[in-house]
């Protein structure tokens, strides 16, 4: 452990984003796990719903700092690949 002061707020910080990094990305599988098993039953709606739901959520990922944006987007355009067979 640190013995100076500010080293010590900084192993402080550092765990409070660890903690709220963790929460996000474990969102993020949440989600993404919940538009797949929307995806795999067929339902368009529901499907374009969980997909506005799985983009917001990178999004606000993205906006933490918590993955990076071209990750996001990458994600983003997986997903958008599979509503896609959904919808057509």
């Known amino acids: 452990m640190a013995n100076i002061k500010s080293a010590m707020k ?20 949440t989600v993404e796990k919940q538009f797949k098993a929307v995806i795999s039953e067929g339902d368009a709606a529901r499907a374009q719903d969980a ?6 959520r990178l999004d606000q990922a993205v906006a933490k700092h918590v993955i990076h944006k071209n990750a996001a ?3 983003k ?6 509503l896609n067979k959904v919808t057509a």
Not at 77 to 82: C, E, F, G, P, R
């Open 77 to 82: 355009s997986q997903l958008a690949k599979a």
């Open 10 to 29: 900084r192993a402080k910080t550092n765990e409070i984003a660890r903690m709220r990094n963790k929460a996000v990305r474990t969102n993020l599988k």
């Open 51 to 56: 997909f506005n739901t799985a983009a917001k």
């Open 73 to 75: 987007s990458r994600k």
